[in-house]
């Protein structure tokens, strides 16, 4: 990986856009999540850095929604696995699906299309 020599400048005309882009983007989850200021951060620098972040907890305190929230703010799409005994591999990658379209001669084509699964999301919840 090559890194660009910035001036120093420039480096603090950078960090202060970031610090501004992070503000905002906490701010906008903040309004959703209410009390958890720690966790919001925790898993904004997690995403920001490329890292991966676990979240732990019982069911009913906020952790689809904060994720569900996060890729809301960001615009990114959201997918989510639900590990369940018969999950199939396909459930997760997608699959292809028969998809019927009206034809120009006015008859049903039927055609194969590959529909998307969760794990193409650009953050997935599993």
Same mark, same amino acid.
């Given at each position: 990986m090559t890194q660009q020599q910035r001036s120093p400048d420039e480096a603090r005309a950078a960090?202060?856009? *970031? #610090?501004a882009d992070f503000e905002a983007v906490r701010e906008q989850v903040g309004r959703v999540i209410v009390g958890q200021r720690d966790t919001v951060e925790g898993v904004l620098l997690c995403l920001f850095v490329g890292g991966h972040c676990l979240l732990e907890g019982v069911p009913g305190i906020g952790k689809t929604l904060l994720v569900r929230t996060l890729s809301r703010a960001?615009?990114?799409? *959201?997918? #989510?696995?639900?590990?369940?005994?018969d999950l199939m591999p396909a459930d997760i990658t997608g699959t292809t699906v028969v998809h019927e379209v009206e034809g120009a001669s006015g008859r049903t084509v039927r055609e194969f299309r590959f529909q998307q699964g969760p794990l193409f999301a650009q953050i997935v919840l599993a």
């Open positions: 960090a202060e856009r *970031f #610090r960001l615009d990114l799409r *959201f997918g #989510r696995v639900q590990f369940t005994p």
